[in-house]
C-alpha cells in the first residue's frame, strides 16, 4: 500500500513534474508475470526512475541494516525503503550474495518484477563494468526472462559524493526480452553463466552507450582510489624537494660571498 501511495500521490507525481522522465521500450516489460529487470547503475536515483516508467511493481534487494536500525529514525528509513520497493536480503543463508538469491526467489515465485544491477555496485566515472554472474544464475533457476535496462542522466541529477546534481530529463530504456531458457540445468556451469551474463551486458551497453571496461566495479574503484593516493603521494614527494631545494638555495645564499658583501 505504502509503495502505491508514494508512487502515484506522494513522491511520484513529484519527480515525473520536475524532471519529467522519458521512458522507451516499455512494451518490452510484461504486463503480468515474473521477470527479471537488468539495470546498469549510475547513481542512487536509479531505484527510483526506473520503476517510475511502469505501472507495475518493482522490487530490488536492500542491505537488510535498512530495515533493523533502531530508534524512530530506523522506523522511517524501514518504512521509506519498504514503500520504495526494496526487501531485506534475506539472512538465513550462508552470505549476503546467497540471501539475495533467496529473496529475488521468493519476488519472482510470485510473480512480480526482480529489478538488479548486475555490476554490483554504482559506477564512480559513468562506465560499464563487468557484470557478476548472480544474475545469470537467478534467470536459470528462476525461469524468469531478463529485460535489459539502461537508466540515462541520474548521474547528473543525483552525482555519486555530491549532495546536490544538476536538473537533466532522465531517459529509460527497456530492451527485448532475453530468454536462456535453452540453458536450463546449467546454473552451476561458471562458463555459461558468464556467457550469460556477458550478453546481458552487451544489451545493456547497447542500450546505455555507455563505455564498457572488462573490470569488475568495485575493483576499478579500489584502482582508482590507489591510483589517486600515489598521484598525493607523488605531489607531496614533489612539494618537499621543492621546499628542500629552495632551503638549499637559501642557506647557499647565506654563504661567505654574501657576508663579505
Keep these: 500500500m505504502l509503495y502505491w501511495f508514494l508512487k502515484w500521490i506522494a513522491?511520484?507525481?513529484?519527480?515525473?513534474?520536475?524532471?519529467?522522465?522519458?521512458?522507451?521500450?516499455?512494451?518490452?516489460?510484461?504486463?503480468?508475470?515474473?521477470?527479471?529487470?537488468?539495470?546498469?547503475?549510475?547513481?542512487y536515483a536509479d531505484w527510483l526512475f526506473m520503476p517510475l516508467t511502469l505501472t507495475r511493481r518493482v522490487?530490488?534487494?536492500?542491505?537488510?541494516?535498512?530495515?533493523?536500525?533502531?530508534?524512530?529514525?530506523?522506523?522511517?528509513q524501514k518504512k521509506?525503503?519498504?514503500?520504495?520497493?526494496?526487501?531485506p536480503i534475506?539472512?538465513?543463508?550462508?552470505?549476503?550474495?546467497?540471501?539475495?538469491?533467496?529473496?529475488?526467489?521468493?519476488?519472482?515465485?510470485?510473480?512480480?518484477?526482480?529489478?538488479?544491477?548486475?555490476?554490483?555496485?554504482?559506477?564512480?566515472?559513468?562506465?560499464?563494468?563487468?557484470?557478476?554472474?548472480?544474475?545469470a544464475r537467478l534467470a536459470l533457476e528462476s525461469g524468469a526472462p531478463v529485460i535489459p535496462c539502461a537508466v540515462v542522466g541520474t548521474d547528473v541529477v543525483a552525482p555519486t559524493g555530491k549532495v546536490y546534481g544538476t536538473w537533466t530529463r532522465p531517459v529509460v530504456r527497456f530492451g527485448k526480452p532475453l530468454d536462456f531458457s535453452?540453458?536450463?540445468g546449467m546454473e552451476n556451469d561458471r562458463y555459461i553463466l558468464r556467457s550469460i551474463t556477458d550478453e546481458i551486458m552487451y544489451e545493456i551497453m547497447r542500450l546505455s552507450g555507455q563505455e564498457y571496461v572488462d573490470l569488475y566495479a568495485s575493483k576499478a574503484k579500489e584502482l582508482d582510489k590507489e591510483a589517486k593516493e600515489e598521484?598525493?603521494?607523488?605531489?607531496?614527494?614533489?612539494?618537499?624537494?621543492?621546499?628542500?631545494?629552495?632551503?638549499?638555495?637559501?642557506?647557499?645564499g647565506d654563504g661567505p660571498e654574501q657576508k663579505a658583501s
Aim: charged letters at 25%; glycine letters at 12%.
Design 182 to 184: 535453452r540453458y536450463a
Design 59 to 76: 522490487t530490488f534487494v536492500a542491505k537488510a541494516e535498512y530495515f533493523t536500525t533502531p530508534g524512530i529514525k530506523g522506523w522511517f
Design 231 to 252: 598521484a598525493k603521494e607523488e605531489a607531496r614527494e614533489k612539494a618537499r624537494q621543492a621546499a628542500a631545494e629552495q632551503a638549499a638555495q637559501e642557506k647557499a
Design 11 to 43: 513522491l511520484g507525481p513529484v519527480l515525473r513534474l520536475v524532471f519529467r522522465p522519458k521512458a522507451y521500450g516499455i512494451d518490452h516489460v510484461p504486463e503480468e508475470g515474473p521477470a527479471i529487470l537488468a539495470s546498469n547503475h549510475l547513481s
Design 90 to 135: 534475506d539472512r538465513s543463508g550462508a552470505n549476503a550474495a546467497e540471501g539475495a538469491m533467496k529473496s529475488a526467489m521468493k519476488i519472482l515465485a510470485e510473480g512480480e518484477l526482480f529489478g538488479i544491477y548486475p555490476e554490483g555496485t554504482r559506477s564512480h566515472d559513468g562506465r560499464l563494468y563487468r557484470g557478476k554472474t548472480g544474475v
Design 80 to 87: 521509506f525503503f519498504t514503500g520504495a520497493g526494496q526487501v
